[in-house]
Antibody
Framework: QEHLVQSGAEVKRPGSSVRISCKAS????????IHWVRQAPGQGLEWLGW????????DHGQKFQGRVTLTRDTSITTAYLDLSRLTSDDTAVYFC?????????????WGQGTLVTVSS | QSLLTQPPSASGTPGQRVTISCSGS????????VNWYRQFPGTTPQPLIH???LRPSGVPDRFSGSKSGTSASLAVTDLQSEDEAIYYC???????????FGGGTTLTVL
């Protein structure tokens, strides 16, 4: 069965960076894009970007230009989200998700989520 | 503000049929498939409907999706108390080259 397991909760200072990992298992890691989605407390879902684990090509939302870096390590079937210059607005649960197809919003499964709290 | 517009709330009594709308545009819902997710409080969103009207295994056939033009809908028939959750629609946006979500609809069973 396919699973995405994320790293644990983080508490960060404003201006710092955070790295979240997403370990995939149960399927061919390089066959599906990985997307990242976040959810601020009490809010809806917000898309951040995607990575093609096969090629390493990435793209992300304009809002996160210059702050988000998506990478992967195929040897350990793990994708990473790096988010820099954190502010309190970045406090959220971050999810990695497996996508079906290019230009797809079909996500299954979802990682369990990683809570990032940005506070001074 | 979400690019896909959903009503913030919907409700019904047990056994009723409820629909949740998802209004988009010619750059997202119009040309692309719509997917629906359900989120219970404190849990991870889970796929509910994909590719407009296909259900992952385990999702009862009381849930169905449809699309017409730039709007999509989720229908829940024979409403049950365990259907109380937040429902989100999602689609790829060709102009933004991004996934866009609806703001979510909280479904309440009265």
């Amino acid at each position: 069965q396919e699973h995405l397991v994320q790293s644990g909760a983080e508490v960060k200072r404003p201006g710092s960076s955070v790295r979240i990992s997403c370990k995939a298992s149960g399927y061919t890691f390089t066959a599906h894009f990985i997307h990242w989605v976040r959810q601020a407390p009490g809010q809806g879902l917000e898309w951040l970007g995607w990575i093609n684990p096969n090629t390493g090509v990435t793209d992300h939302g304009q809002k996160f230009q210059g702050r988000v870096t998506l990478t992967r390590d195929t040897s350990i079937t793990t994708a990473y989200l790096d988010l820099s210059r954190l502010t309190s607005d970045d406090t959220a649960v971050y999810f990695c998700v497996r996508a079906f197809g290019v230009r797809s919003s079909r996500f299954d499964p979802w990682g369990q989520g990683t809570l990032v709290t940005v506070s001074s | 503000q979400s690019l896909l517009t959903q009503p913030p709330s919907a409700s019904g009594t047990p056994g009723q049929r409820v629909t949740i709308s998802c209004s988009g545009s010619n750059s997202n819902v119009g040309p692309n498939t719509v997917n629906w997710y359900r989120q219970f409080p404190g849990t991870t969103p889970q796929p509910l409907i994909h590719s407009i009207n296909l259900r992952p295994s385990g999702v009862p056939d009381r849930f169905s999706g449809s699309k017409s033009g730039t709007s999509a809908s989720l229908a829940v028939t024979d409403l049950q108390s365990e259907d109380e959750a937040i429902y989100y629609c999602a689609a790829w946006d060709d102009d933004l080259k991004a996934v866009v979500f609806g703001g979510g609809t909280t479904l309440t069973v009265l």
